[in-house]
């Protein structure tokens, strides 16, 4: 499994979880959006991508747009030279 397809898995994980979605999460499907994460699950989803991925997040980073998918995440990741979980 390549670094990226580690980061999709663990965000994927992460946001099923965050979200309490019994269901998979589809990797564009937007977060806050379509209602399927709130403000504060978005502040853990945030943490989860720096701690375990190893990527620091600026405030502006987050009104960017970086946050808006599971896609729009790992792109982000990525660019900062995040690592694989």
Do not use: C, N, Y
Not at 21 to 30: L, R
Not at 56 to 74: K, L, Q, S, Y
């Amino acid at each position: 499994m390549s670094s990226e397809e580690r980061i999709r898995e663990t965000l994927r994980a992460r946001v099923r979880e965050l979200a309490g979605a019994g269901e998979p999460v589809a990797d564009d499907e937007p977060l806050v959006e379509s209602g399927l994460l709130q403000s504060l699950q978005l502040l853990e989803l945030i943490g989860v991508v720096a701690d375990e991925l190893g990527v620091a997040v600026a405030p502006g980073d987050v009104f960017d747009g970086h946050f808006a998918t599971i896609e729009a995440i790992v792109a982000f990741v990525g660019r900062r030279g995040g690592r694989g979980a």
